[in-house]
C-alpha cells in the first residue's frame, strides 16, 4: 500500500518523542549510568529494557521502589529534567525529513499530535529547539500517573482530545512498546529505525502495519504524486 493510500484512510498522525521526532535516545543511557553513580550504585545491565516505555512518572516510581529508594519519585523527575536539559536545549536534533513531513500534514490539514513518556520540559525544550512545535495541536507527556507505553491509554487520551477515532489515527513509534501500545489503541502503526533501538528492528517490523528508515520515504514518494 502507498503512503497516499495510508494517509487517504487518516485523519491523525500521532508521533513518540524520542528516537521518532527527534534524535535523543542515545543521551539518555549515559545519563542514567551517571545518575547510579551519582548514588554511589552500579546502574544494572536490564534497567533500560526494564522501563522500556514507562511514563517519566512511571520511571521514576519503578527507579525509586527498586534501585534509590533514597531518592523521592519528584527529586529523581527534577534530577533528570536537569541532568539532561541541555542535551535538549542544544544537542538533540530533529529526525531526517521530520518537518518536511510535518509541513505537509499541516498543509493538508491532518491534526497532529505527541503522545511521549518523557517530561514536559525537555519535550517542549527540544521542540522549540528544532522549530518544530508550531506543528502539533496536542502533547501529551509522561509526568502524569497515566500508565504508560505498551498501554494504549496516553494514544486514546490523544485521539479523544483530537476529536478523532483511533482507528483513523496514524502512530509512528521507534520502540517495540510503542508500537504495541498504537496497536492496542486500535491505530495503524509504523516503526521507524533508530540505532539506538537498532537490535529490536525485526521485531518492531513484525509489531507494526508498517515500517520506514527514514521519513525521507514517505517525502520523496508524497513529492512525486
Same mark, same amino acid.
Given at each position: 500500500?502507498?503512503?497516499?493510500?495510508?494517509?487517504?484512510?487518516?485523519?491523525?498522525?500521532?508521533?513518540?518523542?524520542?528516537?521518532?521526532?527527534?534524535?535523543? !535516545?542515545?543521551?539518555?543511557?549515559?545519563?542514567?549510568?551517571?545518575?547510579?553513580?551519582?548514588?554511589?550504585?552500579?546502574?544494572?545491565?536490564?534497567?533500560?529494557? &526494564?522501563?522500556?516505555?514507562?511514563?517519566?512518572?512511571?520511571?521514576?516510581?519503578?527507579?525509586?521502589?527498586?534501585?534509590?529508594?533514597?531518592?523521592?519519585? &519528584?527529586?529523581?523527575? +527534577?534530577?533528570?529534567?536537569?541532568?539532561?536539559?541541555?542535551?535538549?536545549?542544544?544537542?538533540?536534533?530533529?529526525?531526517?525529513?521530520?518537518?518536511?513531513?510535518?509541513?505537509?500534514?499541516?498543509?493538508?490539514?491532518?491534526?497532529?499530535?505527541?503522545?511521549?513518556?518523557?517530561?514536559?520540559?525537555?519535550?517542549?525544550? *527540544?521542540?522549540? +529547539?528544532?522549530?518544530?512545535?508550531?506543528?502539533?495541536?496536542?502533547?501529551? *507527556?509522561?509526568?502524569?500517573?497515566?500508565?504508560?507505553?505498551?498501554?494504549?491509554?496516553?494514544?486514546?487520551?490523544?485521539?479523544?482530545?483530537?476529536?478523532?477515532?483511533?482507528?483513523?489515527?496514524?502512530?509512528?513509534? =521507534?520502540?517495540?512498546?510503542?508500537?504495541?501500545?498504537?496497536?492496542?489503541?486500535? !491505530?495503524?502503526?509504523?516503526?521507524?529505525? =533508530?540505532?539506538?533501538?537498532?537490535?529490536?528492528?525485526?521485531?518492531?517490523?513484525?509489531?507494526? =502495519?508498517?515500517?520506514? !528508515?527514514?521519513?525521507? &520515504?514517505?517525502?520523496?514518494?508524497?513529492?512525486?504524486?
Amino acid at each position: 500500500m502507498s503512503w497516499m493510500e495510508i494517509l487517504k484512510k487518516t485523519d491523525a498522525v500521532l508521533f513518540d518523542l524520542d528516537g521518532t521526532v527527534v534524535d535523543s !535516545m542515545w543521551i539518555w543511557k549515559q545519563i542514567d549510568i551517571d545518575y547510579f553513580k551519582k548514588c554511589d550504585l552500579v546502574m544494572p545491565d536490564t534497567y533500560q529494557k &526494564e522501563i522500556e516505555g514507562l511514563s517519566f512518572y512511571e520511571t521514576a516510581k519503578y527507579t525509586h521502589d527498586h534501585y534509590i529508594p533514597f531518592v523521592s519519585i &519528584e527529586e529523581l523527575m +527534577a534530577n533528570w529534567n536537569e541532568m539532561a536539559y541541555e542535551h535538549y536545549a542544544s544537542k538533540v536534533k530533529a529526525k531526517e525529513c521530520i518537518q518536511q513531513f510535518l509541513e505537509y500534514l499541516k498543509n493538508n490539514n491532518y491534526r497532529i499530535g505527541i503522545a511521549t513518556s518523557n517530561s514536559s520540559t525537555l519535550c517542549h525544550l *527540544t521542540l522549540r +529547539a528544532n522549530d518544530l512545535i508550531e506543528y502539533f495541536d496536542i502533547i501529551l *507527556t509522561g509526568e502524569g500517573q497515566t500508565a504508560g507505553k505498551p498501554a494504549p491509554d496516553v494514544y486514546l487520551e490523544c485521539a479523544k482530545r483530537l476529536g478523532v477515532s483511533p482507528a483513523r489515527c496514524l502512530v509512528f513509534e =521507534d520502540l517495540s512498546n510503542g508500537i504495541r501500545a498504537g496497536n492496542a489503541a486500535g !491505530m495503524t502503526t509504523v516503526a521507524i529505525y =533508530d540505532d539506538y533501538s537498532e537490535y529490536q528492528w525485526d521485531k518492531k517490523k513484525s509489531l507494526a =502495519d508498517h515500517s520506514i !528508515m527514514s521519513y525521507r &520515504e514517505i517525502i520523496d514518494e508524497i513529492s512525486e504524486s
